[in-house]
């Protein structure tokens, strides 16, 4: 079966300056996440979707960070305005249900300068 | 919340030798608890998983461990080879999520 799939694999933007991130679960795939992963560190989770409903965005910095997940499918991040702060490794997943495997996009790679 | 601390942060062993890498959490109504190993530059991918019902699993060279009453489970790696070189890391299912690690590089020499 195919992956996880994303877009772009690597983005060098200015800080103030916006970015939207694609993500593409495997199919049949109810439940989608998007993780930051600064260097050094583990993937944190920033939002969770259950189909096209949020079913957790307690880490999502709301003044900044928004992301939609559309006829309950693809799925895109978006920045605005973004931070040095910001530049980090966003990780999307996915996985049938709650409670098992999740399967890891390869990641976008984002440079803030 | 939740609270996972993983030790080692790093690990350099022998090809050969056997490695382990522990995990503890605060919560005890966490339930899973899955291992994940990211190669550099790769994402992260699971390698071994066990439920908050079972103390061990095991899957070749690789086993967990699950200790719920001490709020710890760790991951063995027995025969390492160099191909074992990587990132661990670990993570805590609560409340819905994943809460991970702060990983482990193991480094295995030839």
């Known amino acids: 079966e195919a992956g996880v799939a994303q877009s772009p694999r690597y983005k060098i933007i200015e800080k103030r300056q916006s970015v939207a991130f694609w993500c593409n679960p495997i199919s049949g795939h109810a439940t989608l996440y998007w993780y930051q992963q600064i260097l050094g560190q583990g993937p944190k989770l920033l939002i969770q979707?259950?189909?096209?409903?949020?079913?957790?965005d307690s880490q999502l910095p709301k003044d900044r960070f928004s992301a939609e997940r559309l006829k309950g499918v693809d799925s895109t991040l978006k920045i605005q305005p973004a931070k040095l702060e910001d530049s980090a490794v966003y990780l999307c997943?996915?996985?049938?249900?709650?409670?098992?495997?999740?399967?890891f996009g390869p990641g976008t790679r984002l440079t803030v300068t | 919340g939740e609270n996972v601390e993983q030790h080692p942060s790093t690990l350099s062993v022998q090809e050969g030798d056997s490695a382990v890498i522990k995990c503890t959490y605060s919560d005890s109504a966490s339930n899973y608890f899955p291992w994940y190993k990211q190669e550099l530059g790769k994402r992260p991918q699971l390698i071994i998983d066990?439920?908050?019902?079972?103390g061990e699993k095991k899957d070749q060279r690789i086993a967990v461990t699950l200790n719920k009453t001490a709020k710890h489970f760790s991951l063995h790696i027995t025969e390492t080879q160099p191909e074992d070189s990587a990132v661990y890391f670990c993570a805590v299912y609560n409340t819905d999520k994943l809460i991970f690690g702060t990983g482990t590089r193991l480094q295995v020499f030839p």
């Open positions: 066990i439920r908050s019902n079972v």
């Open positions: 979707f259950q189909n096209n409903g949020v079913v957790d």
């Open positions: 997943a996915s996985s049938l249900d709650f409670v098992v495997e999740q399967y």
